[in-house]
């Protein structure tokens, strides 16, 4: 039997809360110490969830999702 | 379809085989490999402007957003542009960019979404709570009668007096 999983899988990715943009991480700190104390954008454990493909999905899908909105809105306004 | 019928639809034993291995699309190394590439690829194809039309007209006949995506990433598959995994991840962002060419549009359209209504997150959570809490109740009761019967065959086991030659006389 021929089965669509279509509706289950749009509805798991779209129930995933909002994704936000990481802000980099800046040290602010100016001098000749500054080298040593600059936080360096090391890759961690923490990032490599953002490169797995359904995480990477769910971020697309979330802006085309608010892109529609803005459509929508518009609409209702005029 | 009801779950008695009778499916024909569906492969015939040694399908498979009727063909050199490679010689399908889908056998071959696929052309786009991952889900960037990918969401760019049909991003681009629904947005152009004859399939835009075309998915408007067909949006109005009511078939369900949910049956074009999943049709889209199958032609995808067997055309060997994407393996099937990239093709499944594909669905959201096909439904996605649809809903806003519908939007856009103006039309009506059918998500397709309606059956999975049931499956609110909330309803789905009630549920297991539930489940696990009469699990835990079954549990307990199942364990008292095995401790009281433990206690009793303790109580109960007979007092075997020594009779041998070197036993200790009380």
Known sequence: ?????????????NALPEIKNRREKTSGTSG???????????????????????????????????????????KDAT | MQPNEQSFDRPIPGMSLTH????????????????????????TQIAD????????????????????????????VM???????????MIPVIMETMMLIGDAAGVDYDTGLADNKELDQNVVTTATIGKLLQSEADNKDMME????????????????????????RT
């Open chain 1, 1 to 13: 039997m021929i089965t669509n999983p279509a509706s289950k899988i749009y509805s798991s990715i």
């Open chain 1, 32 to 74: 000749m110490m500054s080298p040593l104390l600059k936080k360096t954008n090391m890759p961690t454990n923490k990032n490599s969830i953002e490169k797995e493909p359904a995480f990477i999905v769910a971020k697309i899908q979330q802006r085309i999702k608010k892109d529609r909105q803005e459509i929508k809105d518009m």
């Open chain 2, 20 to 43: 050199e291995l490679g010689a399908r699309p889908w056998q071959q190394p696929a052309d786009i490999t991952n889900v960037d590439d990918a969401a760019e690829y049909y991003i």
């Open chain 2, 49 to 76: 402007d004859t399939f835009a039309k075309n998915l408007i007209h067909t949006m109005k006949m009511g078939v369900p957003l949910t049956t074009i995506a999943n049709s889209l990433q199958l032609a995808g």
């Open chain 2, 79 to 89: 055309e060997g542009k994407h393996s099937v995994d990239v093709g499944i991840l």
């Open chain 2, 145 to 168: 009668p095995v401790q009281e019967q433990s206690v009793q065959e303790v109580q109960d086991e007979p007092v075997i007096e020594n009779t041998g030659l070197m036993s200790r």
